[in-house]
């Protein structure tokens, strides 16, 4: 288990951008490991958004496929971000960074919320 912080959330007015960043504040970290983003709606499942593998190959869902961006820091291989951009009112919720160790266990951040205005 490692601790994760997440940043960036806030009130945004649709077609805007904002840009989330998680980073693994503590824990014991072997080399690099697969992260993402998930987000969960009031009254819906926590929805995956995009992950990027330890060798760096990414995923998106179809939801936010050409218009959010994962990306993994260049200096710090355990920080992530999430650039949204075109937000629209249906992105509004509560935003979670997942690390997931080489034995397939997971860890979350407290979540971050996101607040699109229409």
């Known amino acids: 288990q490692v601790r994760l912080v997440e940043s960036g959330g806030g009130l945004v007015q649709a077609g805007g951008v904002l840009r989330l960043s998680c980073v693994v504040s503590?824990?014991?970290?072997?080399?690099?490991?697969?992260m993402g983003w998930y987000r969960q709606a009031p009254g819906k499942q926590r929805e995956l958004l995009a992950t990027?593998?330890?060798?760096?190959?990414?995923?998106y869902a179809d939801s936010v496929k050409g218009r959010f961006t994962i990306s993994r820091d260049n200096a710090n291989k355990n920080m992530v971000y999430l650039q949204m951009n075109n937000v629209k009112p249906e992105d509004t919720a509560v935003y979670y960074c997942?690390?997931?160790?080489?034995?397939?266990?997971?860890?979350w951040g407290q979540g971050t919320q996101v607040t699109v205005s229409s």
């Open positions: 503590s824990g014991i970290i072997v080399g690099i490991n697969q």
């Open positions: 997942n690390w997931r160790n080489q034995g397939g266990s997971d860890s």
């Open positions: 990027i593998s330890r060798s760096d190959s990414i995923y």
